[in-house]
C-alpha cells in the first residue's frame, strides 16, 4: 500500500495517533534529511520509506493517513559522517524513536549495527554500509487509549516512607505462591503474595530497578552473561519488554494500579545520565545517529570522543533545551499516564553538571522543581558520578532526597569495631544534619541505607571480608573494593553455630540502627529473608539464582525481626522526625529535644577516643509549636561489647516509668531487664526504651 506524507505538525514529539493517521515530529539539529520507514506487520519487511517533509526549527515533522496503531517504524537519518566533527550520521543504521512507548523485536549483537566496520584499521573513523534493520528493535504506534491520564493517590508523607528496593525479575521468580506464569513479571511483582510480604515488613514504597526499554552490552553477550540490574536505557517512554506477563503492556500500569490500591507507592530507578549506545565503539541505535553532538557531551576539542562523567562510555547531554525537554517529557509520561509516584536518579550529579560543573541551581534541577506535574512525586539523587568535582552528598536542592552512603559506611563501620566510628554514628543517627540542615531541608533528605543493590547484601556483609566476582568474568577486579565488612572469622558459609549467631546477631543491630535514625530507612529486597550473593557484590550481570530471592530458604525469624522494627518506628513518632534536632530547649519542658549520654548517665564524652558505646535519648524537635508536639520520648541504648552492661537510665517524668519496648538481642535469654537502677542490656545490641505511666499502659 502507498502512503502520502503531509507537513503535519511538531507541536508533539513522537508519533501521535489522531483516529484518522499518524503525525511523526523527531529532534535532530544537524540532519539533512530524516525518513520515516514502515515495516510489514512482522517486523520483517521494510516496506515504504518517506522523507519528512518539514522541518520546524530542529523538529522534523510529517503526517501519514491511515496508519494505524500497532505500525511498526524506525527512522534513518541522513547528514555529514565525520566523528572527528562529532557528527555521526549512518543513514544504513535504522534508529529508534526517542519517544516511542513500545518496542518490537530485540537488538543483536552484530557488527551491522556499528556505523563503522570494526574490522577497519581507521575504526570508528570509517563508515559502515550494511543495514541494521534486522538487528535491532522497531518502535510502535501507540493507541493513546491505553495512555489515558491516570489518578495518582496523595501518597504517604517523606517522614512516614520506607522505601523497598527490588527489582522486578528477581523479587518474584523464585517466590512459590506467585504464579509460575507470572514470575519475574510486573504482573506478578503486583501479586497478593508479594503485596502481602510488604504489608507485613512495613513498606510504604518500592522503588523499582530500571524497568525502561534497555539492551544486553555486547561485552555480557560474548560471555554468555547480560545486563541483569538494567542500566542500560535505549528507550525513555518504554517499559522494558522482558519483564512483560500475560498483560503485555498494560501489566505496567496494572502494577501500579494495585500497588496504590495497597497503599504503596512506586517509585522508578530512572537513567537519564547515559544511554545503551556506549563510547564512540558502540552501536548506532537511535540518539547517536539521530544527533550525536546534541544528544551527548562531546570533549572539547576532541568531539570524537565522549565526555564519560558516567563510567558507561557516554554522558547524556542535558544542557540541550531539546534533550532536557525529552526527558521531562519522559517523567510527566511516566507520572501521567503510568501513575508513578517519584524517581530515584541514578548518578544524578551528571545531571546536575554544567559546563562550568555541578550547579545545585542548573537547568535539570531547575525544571524539575518547577514542573507542575511533578510537585507531588518523591524526587531521589544518587548524588556522586565520577566526572570532576563528582561527590556532592547533601548538596541537592530541598525538594530531593538522597542516597546517604556515608550513613552506609558508618553503621558497617561502627558494628564492625572501628576506632572513631562512635563519633560518626552518632551524626548519622540524627539524619546527618551536617550535610543536609541547609536551605530549609528536613531530616527525611536523607535516605539511610545499609546495603542497596550495588554492593554486598546485608548478610554478605557479615559473611565476607572482600568480594567474591568471578562469576562476573572480570577477574575479581570490579566492585567495590571497600565494603566494610566482616566475615566474623570465617570468610563465607560455615557450620560453626558461634560464627553464625554472631553474624545474625550484628545483622540485627545494622537493621535495628537503620530503623532507630532520623531520616528515611531504605531496605534491599532480600535483606529480611536473610539473601546472600555468596559475596558478589557487583551482580550486575548475573540473571540467575545468585540475585534471585530465594523465598524457599527465608529467614522467618529475620522476616519477623523487620516486621517488629518497622512496627515500633511506626508507634513511635520521635523515630522518625521531620525536623533535625539539634539539642535545643524545648519551651514545653526546658529538656532538649536530644541528649546523650554514658552509661553511667553522665554527657557523653565525645572526645574520648576509647568511645565504642552510648546511649541516646529522643524528644520532639524544640522547632516544633508545643501544642503540635508530640509527646513520644524515647532512650536508645548502643552497646557495642560483647558484654553485658548496666546502664542509668534518665530520670522519669512524675508518674511516669521507663519500660523495655525493643531489643535486638537474639533469643529471650539476653533481653534487657529494666529495674529501679537502670537497664542491663546484653552485648552487642541496641535497645530501646519508652516511656509508660505508673499504672504500666503506654
Known sequence: MAHAITSGSPARLGAQFDGEGVNFAIFSAHASKIEL??????????????????????????????????????????????????????????????????????????????????????????????????????????????????????????????????????????????????????????????????????????????????????????????????????????????????????GFRQMVERFHAAGIEVLLDVVYNHTAEGDHRGPTLSFRGLDNASYYRLLSGQPRYYVNDTGTGNTVNVSHPHVLRMVMDSLRFWVECMGVDGFRFDLATTLAREDHGFDAHGGFLDALRQDPVLAGTKLIAEPWDIGPGGYRLGQFPPKFAEWNDAYRDTVRRFWRGDVHSAQE????????????????????????????????????????????????????????????????????????????????????????????????????????????????????????????????????????????????????????????????LRPKDGLPDVEWSDFDGHPLNWRDPGLSSFCVTLRGSAEIATHLQSDDVVFVVFNRSDAAAQVRCPPAPAGRAWVCAFDSTLGEDGQAVVSADGVTVSGPSVVLLTLTDAAGSA
Open 425 to 584: 554514628l552518632g551524626a548519622r543517627l540524627l539524619g546527618s544534619a551536617g550535610e543536609f540542615d541547609r536551605g530549609g531541608r528536613r531530616a527525611w533528605s536523607s535516605v539511610n541505607f545499609i546495603a542497596a543493590h550495588d554492593g554486598f547484601t546485608l548478610a554478605d556483609i557479615t559473611r565476607y571480608s572482600r568480594r567474591h566476582n568471578e562469576a562476573n568474568g572480570e577477574s575479581n577486579q570490579d566492585g567495590h573494593h571497600a565494603n566494610y565488612s566482616d566475615n566474623c572469622g570465617v570468610e563465607g558459609p560455615t557450620t560453626d553455630p558461634e560464627i553464625a549467631t554472631r553474624r545474625v546477631q550484628r545483622q540485627r543491630n545494622m537493621l535495628a540502627t537503620l530503623f532507630v535514625s532520623q531520616g528515611t530507612p531504605m531496605l534491599l529486597s532480600g535483606d529480611e529473608l536473610g539473601q546472600s550473593q555468596k559475596g558478589n557484590n557487583n551482580a550486575y550481570c548475573q540473571d540467575n539464582e545468585l540475585t534471585w530471592l530465594d523465598w524457599p530458604e527465608a529467614d522467618v525469624e529475620m522476616t519477623a525481626f523487620v516486621a517488629e522494627l518497622t512496627a515500633l518506628r511506626k508507634r513511635h513518632p520521635a523515630l522518625r522526625q521531620s525536623r533535625f534536632l539539634h539539642a535545643a
Open 37 to 250: 520507514c514502515l515495516f510489514s506487520p512482522d517486523g520483517h519487511r521494510e516496506t515504504t520509506r518517506l522523507a519528512l517533509p518539514e522541518r520546524t526549527g530542529d523538529i522534523w515533522h510529517g503526517y501519514v493517513t491511515g496508519l494505524q496503531p500497532g505500525t511498526l517504524y524506525g527512522y534513518r537519518a541522513h547528514g555529514v559522517y565525520a566523528p572527528e566533527r562529532g557528527h555521526r550520521f549512518n543513514p544504513n543504521k535504522l534508529l529508534l524513536d526517542p519517544y516511542t512507548r513500545e518496542l518490537r523485536g530485540a537488538w543483536r549483537n552484530d557488527p551491522a549495527t556499528l556505523g563503522y566496520d570494526r574490522s577497519s584499521s581507521a575504526e570508528d573513523l570509517s563508515f559502515d554500509s550494511r543495514d541494521s534493520a534486522p538487528f535491532v528493535p522497531r518502535s510502535v504506534i501507540s493507541d493513546p487509549v491505553i495512555f489515558a491520564a491516570c489518578a495518582r493517590p496523595s501518597g504517604t508523607p517523606w517522614d512516614e516512607t520506607l522505601i523497598y528496593e527490588a527489582h522486578v525479575k528477581g523479587l518474584t521468580q523464585r517466590h512459590p505462591d506467585v504464579a509460575e506464569g507470572l514470575r519475574g513479571t510486573y504482573d506478578g511483582l503486583a501479586s497478593d503474595a508479594v503485596i502481602d510480604h510488604l504489608h507485613r515488613i512495613g513498606v510504604t514504597a518500592i522503588e523499582l530497578m530500571p524497568v525502561h526499554a534497555l539492551i544486553n552490552d555486547g561485552f555480557l553477550l560474548e560471555k554468555g552473561l547480560t545486563n541483569y540490574w538494567g542500566y542500560n536505557t535505549i528507550g525513555f517512554f518504554a517499559p522494558e519488554p522482558r519483564y512483560f506477563g500475560p498483560a503485555g503492556f498494560a
